[in-house]
């Protein structure tokens, strides 16, 4: 009788060239179905937003994973949108954040009108700039 064998894996270290490779490479099959349909995925990271005491702008995103998904993305052929300064010039221009309502958090929650707007134009300037399907 065959006899089951209990492995373990680790996950790789978010340092290690293997978890860039890990990846890299789920973001490619991710995307195959995609392309399959002669669509391209494209994949946003949309940090929480949020306000210190002074009333300054920042995130609680990690830049350095943001770096590391983003070069992925790019080598797996996805588009990799970070929103960070599109929320960004949202607060400084016009006062404004793109999550939340008035019965939620300041900043937290959900994409609002103004965050889903955003995204829009972030999506519209990818494809004026002709970056779809491998154009760029």
Known sequence: ADKAVATTTQAPDETDD?????????????????KDNGAQLIIFNHPRVLIDENGNFYTDADDEKTKLFAQSAKDAGVIFIDMTDYFKALYEN???????????????????????????????????????YGTE
Do not use: C, W
Request: cysteine-free.
């Open 18 to 34: 293997s978890y860039s490779q890990v990846l890299t490479d789920f973001l490619k099959k991710s995307a195959q179905p995609v």
């Open 94 to 132: 016009e006062h404004k954040l793109p999550r939340g309502f008035v019965n939620t958090a300041v900043g937290g929650s959900h994409l609002n009108a103004d965050g889903h707007r955003l995204i829009a134009q972030a999506i519209t300037e990818v494809i004026m700039e002709g970056k779809l």
